[in-house]
T-cell receptor, first 114, second 111 residues
Framework: DTGVSQNPRHKITKRGQNVTFRCDPI?????LYWYRQTLGQGPEFLTY????????KSRLLSDRFSAERPKGSFSTLEIQRTEQGDSAMYLC????????????FGPGTRLTVT | GIQVEQSPPDLILQEGANSTLRCNFS?????LQWFHQNPWGQLINLFY???GTKQNGRLSATTVATERYSLLYISSSQTTDSGVYFC?????????????FGGGTRLMVKP
């Protein structure tokens, strides 16, 4: 079990550019979650998938944010037309819905928009 | 939505001291987790504890679900315990869905 992995670990982009982050969950975990964490705050939920179905997306911050999990394995989070306010740590987590709901987090992708 | 409050917000300890961190939540929960966020931002799972008491080495946690609070105990603190401790809950109305995090307790352990 290699844990949740995220790539890239760091991303610096210019305002107005599009960025895409990837998350690989723990194998056999059927739920995958995206969170955002700004400096000095706790993580904030964005969206989640069960297998390939996106079950909650109303918390995505704007229509510039979108996420996919096309084959129920890895997921991508895309931010279009980035703004300086998008600078944050983007965290991915996964869990196996069965007897418990414990979520395990990846190391995060730190985004800086200049 | 559910409110999660953690106290104290900041804590400075001398190495070897004990401490208690508190998490209050405003509604019933079916998941409560404690995390330690290291300086690189990684959230490390400490406890999955929607109710009851658990212990892992120098750390232990107790959740009293009927009174809507959880406590994290750190005994004989070490400098490596420094970092931010988060409590996160999943309200009963949204089983297995999103976690709502508290604001964290920032712990510094001095040698």
């Amino acid at each position: 079990d290699t844990g949740v992995s995220q790539n890239p670990r760091h991303k610096i982009t210019k305002r107005g550019q599009n960025v895409t982050f990837r998350c690989d969950p723990i194998s056999e975990h059927n739920r995958l979650y995206w969170y955002r964490q700004t400096l000095g705050q706790g993580p904030e939920f964005l969206t989640y998938f069960q297998n390939e179905a996106q079950l909650e997306k109303s918390r995505l911050l704007s229509d510039r944010f979108s996420a996919e999990r096309p084959k129920g394995s890895f997921s991508t989070l895309e931010i279009q037309r980035t703004e300086q306010g998008d600078s944050a740590m983007y965290l991915c987590a996964s869990s196996f819905i069965g007897l418990a709901y414990e979520q395990y987090f990846g190391p995060g992708t730190r985004l800086t928009v200049t | 939505g559910i409110q999660v409050e953690q106290s104290p917000p900041d804590l400075i300890l001398q190495e070897g001291a004990n401490s208690t961190l508190r998490c209050n939540f405003s509604d019933s929960v079916n998941n409560l987790q404690w995390f330690h966020q290291n300086p690189w931002g990684q959230l490390i799972n400490l406890f999955y504890i929607p109710s009851g008491t658990k212990q892992n080495g120098r750390l232990s946690a107790t959740t009293v679900a009927t009174e809507r609070y959880s406590l994290l105990y750190i005994s004989s603190s070490q400098t490596t315990d420094s970092g931010v401790y988060f409590c996160a809950v999943d309200p009963s109305s949204n089983a297995g869905n999103m976690l709502t995090f508290g604001g964290g307790t920032r712990l510094m352990v001095k040698p």
